[in-house]
């Protein structure tokens, strides 16, 4: 649910937006005001609360800021940023399990810490939204993944079915902070704004061990490099970073000389081409080498439409084949291991541990995962990916219901098909139709 900004705030997003906009020279000199004004902090706190989120290093939680106070505690961190005496708190790491069976770390930093981020971001986001690309999709107001999807099946529809499908290693953890802080200067002038965000680039990160013994690194500021995912700032500044590689990419004339489309979304971006994929490899090797940032060479790829396919944002793009007239065309489909994902997650919500949860709110629980699934994954063809989810649900959620009520057998006469979706109200994915534009 997106939260409406309170129309002060509003007015001054306008403002600074106007401004970057009309002038792209121009560099703000006064915004470390703006972070802690007041109206900008409540909104921060509700967006933040908003998106929820565990605890950080110190514990506190939403909650316990509702029993302290909320406006108390708000206005004690305005005057912390006001007297320039708030420091950031190390940023908790946790690792979230990837489908290859590897860990991707996570960093999450305290309430305050994320309050005062959000703040900076309602602040910053409109000056930086005027300067990025079009090409950029991820992160910004009414863009979407689906918009990058989107544009990738119209470039290979009109020709460019050379595709140089890139992947950067650990793209969040190695942007260099020199650069970065670079890019950051050419539109802000306010030291103290800039050396807000050097502390947070520069926050130690603290783990817990098997052993439940704490440690704290500062790689980030000995390296200097590194943004942590989780961190509400993260997501401007690496957009900000990566707008260096596809301004670069242009402005060098690699767009016009190759006939090469970059499109992005996060650090996900592929480069279509026409005949020209093994020239626009080598040269995005070149920039990603200049930008101190590494191409993933084992999931880097050049594929070459129709005959090769390749995986964008979730979804397979190659060749597909018309169900009423045979004819083949350059098609879009939920790939499979976003299909085997959704089982997996099926599974694990009927799995025995649930046994006790009631049966309205279990299958109320999985119709949102189905639901949120299929809004995502509505483009394209994708009837055999929804007859597959519904199917592996119905047997999943039938075995289960089996082992709650003590049914012996497959239980397939009790709870049938038509029981689940007609009397449980279990969502049926091959009855909502996919989008084809």
């Given at each position: 649910m997106s939260l409406p900004t309170l129309p002060k705030v509003q007015k001054l997003q306008d403002a600074l937006h106007a401004k970057a906009k009309g002038s792209p020279r121009f560099r703000f000199y006064t915004l470390y005001d703006k972070v802690f004004r007041a109206d900008v902090l409540w909104m921060a706190h509700r967006r933040c609360q908003t998106n929820g989120g565990a605890a950080g290093v110190d514990g506190q939680t939403f909650d316990d800021l509702k029993d302290y106070g909320v406006k108390k505690w708000l206005g004690e961190l305005e005057e912390e940023l006001r007297t320039k005496t708030y420091r950031p708190s190390p940023v908790r790491r946790v690792y979230i399990p990837k489908p290859d069976?590897?860990?991707?770390?996570?960093?999450?930093?305290?309430?305050?810490?994320?309050?005062?981020?959000?703040?900076?971001?309602?602040?910053?986001?409109?000056?930086?939204?005027?300067?990025?690309?079009?090409?950029?999709?991820?992160?910004?107001?009414?863009?979407?993944?689906?918009?990058?999807?989107?544009?990738?099946?119209?470039?290979?529809?009109?020709?460019?079915?050379?595709?140089?499908?890139?992947?950067?290693?650990?793209?969040f953890d190695t942007i260099p902070h020199p650069e970065l802080l670079k890019s950051l200067s050419r539109r802000i002038s306010d030291q103290q704004m800039l050396r807000l965000i050097k502390m947070w680039l520069e926050t130690s990160v603290e783990e817990i061990d098997d052993r439940g013994r704490r440690h704290r690194t500062t790689r980030n500021k000995d390296e200097r490099r590194g943004c942590p995912q989780g961190a509400p700032i993260s997501p401007l500044l690496s957009n900000l970073y990566m707008r260096r590689f596809i301004l670069g990419w242009k402005t060098l004339g690699h767009q016009q000389r190759l006939g090469a489309r970059i499109v992005n979304y996060a650090d996900d971006f592929v480069i279509c081409?026409?005949?020209?994929?093994?020239?626009?490899?080598?040269?995005?090797?070149?920039?990603?080498?200049?930008?101190?940032?590494?191409?993933?060479?084992?999931?880097?790829?050049?594929?070459?439409?129709?005959?090769?396919?390749?995986?964008?944002?979730?979804?397979?793009?190659?060749?597909?084949?018309?169900?009423?007239?045979?004819?083949?065309?350059?098609g879009t489909r939920p790939s499979k291991k976003k299909v085997q994902r959704l089982c997996r997650e099926i599974s694990e919500m009927t799995s025995r541990r649930w046994l006790l949860k009631d049966v309205e709110k279990q299958v109320a629980a999985i119709n949102r995962k189905l639901t949120g699934w299929s809004n995502y994954f509505s483009r394209g063809p994708v009837s055999e990916a929804y007859g597959a989810v519904d199917y592996h649900t119905v047997r999943r959620l039938r075995q289960w219901l089996c082992q709650k009520h003590k049914v012996r057998g497959a239980g397939i006469s009790r709870f049938s098909a038509e029981y689940l979706y007609d009397e449980l109200g279990l969502v049926r994915l091959k009855r909502m139709k996919g989008n084809f534009s």
């Open positions: 069976g590897k860990q991707r770390p996570l960093g999450i930093p305290t309430i305050k810490d994320r309050v005062v981020m959000m703040a900076a971001v309602l602040v910053l986001e409109p000056i930086f939204e005027a300067d990025l690309q079009p090409e950029q999709h991820a992160y910004r107001p009414g863009r979407s993944a689906l918009d990058a999807v989107r544009q990738v099946h119209s470039l290979l529809n009109s020709g460019y079915t050379e595709v140089v499908d890139a992947d950067l290693s650990g793209y081409c026409r005949g020209t994929a093994d020239e626009a490899m080598h040269v995005m090797r070149n920039i990603m080498d200049q930008l101190k940032l590494t191409v993933n060479e084992t999931k880097t790829q050049l594929c070459k439409l129709p005959d090769e396919s390749f995986d964008f944002l979730g979804y397979t793009l190659g060749r597909r084949y018309s169900p009423k007239t045979g004819r083949a065309y350059i």
